[in-house]
């Protein structure tokens, strides 16, 4: 997923990757951003200071499932073209089946289950932050999610915001979309709006102007294929159905370029190597299939960089540890294998670096 910046750009020319400057260096307040176009960083402003860190350049693997839970934060450097992800630090606690939503300085995994034997009985509603570009040490316990425990749900960002939709709790399946406001250090999120339908494994994704929910199961077991549609800052009512899949679709993965959004894998009865395409704002219409991923495989978590698209780890009857690629626009073809993660795991989330604005027009 894109992160983001608060509103204080001009753009002078609309380049790839776009060049930014600023009239006026604004009052700065944590979780804003400062483009400096002479030297083409991005700095951060965190704490009463400006931090900087090369902007789109890093993407990530958070916890997952092998034999138990793990808690490991695992990190790509882009463009990713061969190798094992770099081990880097830990979640505070072992977790497979959360949602991630990133800010420009932080990542978060919200909700999961850290139960041992795989069915996601022990959720918890927890969410973790850790700080950008995350070097190593252990995530902190920054808040919860709203109001039960959540397991199996999907999270997606906006500028300002992080969402998480739908899910799994102990009694029930949500239809329930929480927000939290960046930073987010303390607290819980927000019950902002709804599905419109009550649904798990549900696949997200965000252009700059919208956030999308697409696929899932109901509690009765019915595979969903429809697209609903968000507008952003979104803090009341229902997502729109806008369109759908070209077939039933749960736990795929996706991320986006800054035209497409693409959800890759999945699972129904059997698994999937479809990669599918939407076009920005999407705002009708039938997802494109247009190729294929080495093989199928739901449950993989996904991240991308400005040029590429990443889907790391997964499971069909095992567990995999290859990382795959897409290079956009991405109109056919077959994914690319370009490395590893330390471990062969399900239910891993994926966070990256690339920058909202540099990134989107």
Partial sequence: MPISSRPYWVAQSKVKGNTFTQDDIPDFNDGDTWFDPITGKVYYFYNGRLLNSPSYSKGYSVGGYTNAPVSTLERIEFPFDSGTAARIGALNRGTYGAAQCNSSLFGYSMGGSDESGGSGSSTFSYISRYLFPFDGGISSHSGNTSAEKRFTSSG??????????????????????????????????????????????????????????????????????????????????????????????????????????????????????????????????????????????????????????????????????????????????????????????????????????????
């Fill in 156 to 361: 997606f960002n906006s500028s300002l915001h992080g969402f998480t939709a739908g899910g799994q709790g102990t009694s029930s399946i949500f239809s329930t979309i929480d927000r939290i406001e960046f930073p987010f250090e303390t607290g819980s999120a927000t019950h902002a709006s709804n599905m419109t339908s009550a649904r798990e494994q549900v696949t997200t994704l965000n252009s700059s102007l919208h956030g999308y929910s697409m696929g899932g199961v109901t509690e009765t077991l019915i595979y969903m294929s429809t697209i609903e549609r968000m507008t952003f800052p979104f803090n009341s009512g229902n997502m729109v159905n806008v369109g759908q899949l070209s077939g039933s679709r749960i736990a795929a993965s996706s991320c986006n370029s800054s035209v497409h959004g693409f959800i890759m894998g999945g699972a129904t009865t059997g698994y999937f190597s479809f990669v599918s395409r939407i076009l920005f704002p999407f705002p009708s219409g039938t997802a494109t299939d247009l190729g294929v991923l080495t093989g199928t495989r739901g449950y993989a978590a996904s991240c991308n960089s400005r040029d590429e698209g990443f889907v790391m780890g997964g499971s069909t009857s095992g567990f995999f540890s290859s990382v795959e690629r897409i290079q956009f626009p991405f109109g056919s073809g077959v994914a690319s294998h370009t490395g590893n993660l330390n471990y062969s795991k399900f239910n891993t989330v994926g966070n990256d670096q690339t920058d909202f604005v540099v990134q989107f027009v």
